[in-house]
């Protein structure tokens, strides 16, 4: 399986919700960030290694191995070196691991779900992802709308944050004011649930128990949205939000006539995938 998403639009809460309400929700979940590992120690991480079988090597089991009846979400990989995407591609199609160093093949039965934050096209491209294993792992594929994309879900989201941390920090925080929320609604959000997550985070250990969280909680970058848009520069009440997404609808408007209407050619020439692309035509009704 795969996921795509811009980074924190949360692919890895994807990958969590489909593992716990699976039949596999009683085994291990394994994420293993690829980007975070070396290739050469990744490899090992993953299959197991043996003693002997290098330099300081010990007998230790993989994560596949670990994960065994359970899930292993493998976050980024198209940061994987292509040699490490054959093995994984051998190991999804014979369903066995060899550690390294080691003759012996251990059968598995592993789900791997797999995220990517560039877009799959480009990176085959420019092979940086093998084309057969990007094949094997789109069998099923899920794309992850950025939260400027589904700016409806972000009062449930905040909500569900302010709800976690009220838990954690042992509050009794009564939301948002209406201004924090207009500014919210406004904001594009490029760093996604993350950032949303993390601005939450930050002003919920600087407002007092029992308190509502306004504006002086939060950062210039929220802050400031309102006042841009209220600007005597921009004319009407426009946000910028609007502005930039009224420029990508005339573009992808003329790349897609140019095309003769053609998806397939219309998103090769936007540098964007086939579902993103049948997303943007039915958002802004192409």
Same mark, same amino acid.
């Given at each position: ?15 969590? =919700? +489909? ?10 979940? $394994?994420? +293993? ?44 990989? %198209? =940061? ?16 066995? @691991?060899?550690?390294?160093? =080691?003759?012996? $093949? ?17 990176? @085959? ?28 879900? @972000?009062?449930?989201?905040?909500? %569900? ?8 920090? =042992?509050?009794? +925080? ?80 003329? @790349? *897609? ?26 958002? *802004?009704?192409?």
């Amino acid at each position: 399986m795969l996921i795509y998403g811009e980074t924190g639009s949360g692919k890895e809460l994807f990958a969590q =919700s +489909i593992h716990y309400n699976g039949i596999r929700k009683d085994k291990p979940f $394994i994420p +293993i960030n690829c980007a975070a590992i070396p290739s050469a120690l990744l490899e090992g991480m993953l299959f197991g290694t043996v003693k002997g079988g290098f330099t300081g090597a010990e007998n230790k089991k993989g994560l596949f191995e670990e994960a065994h009846r359970g899930t292993v979400l493998l976050d980024e990989i %198209n =940061s994987m070196e292509p040699y490490l995407q054959s093995k994984l591609l051998r190991v999804l199609q014979d369903g066995y @691991i060899r550690p390294v160093g =080691s003759n012996k $093949i251990i059968d598995i039965d592993v789900r791997v779900i797999a995220t990517l934050n560039e877009e799959p096209e480009m990176l @085959i491209r420019e092979g940086k992802l093998r084309k057969d294993f990007y094949y094997r792992l789109s069998v099923m594929r899920i794309d992850v709308p950025s939260l400027r994309e589904r700016k409806e879900d @972000i009062k449930e989201i905040t909500e %569900n944050f302010i709800s976690h941390y009220n838990t954690l920090l =042992s509050k009794n +925080i009564k939301g948002l004011s209406e201004e924090v929320w207009e500014k919210f609604y406004e904001y594009n959000w490029p760093g996604n649930i993350r950032e949303l997550k993390n601005t939450i985070e930050s002003a919920m250990n600087m407002v007092d128990d029992g308190e509502m969280l306004t504006k002086e909680f939060f950062e210039n970058k929220i802050t400031m949205v309102g006042d841009l848009n209220n600007d005597s520069k921009f004319t009407g009440d426009l946000s910028l939000n609007h502005h930039l997404e009224e420029v990508e609808k005339a573009i992808i408007t003329k @790349i *897609y006539k140019k095309n003769g209407e053609n998806i397939t050619r219309t998103a090769d020439e936007l540098k964007i995938s086939r579902q993103n692309l049948q997303y943007k035509l039915k958002k *802004y009704n192409l």
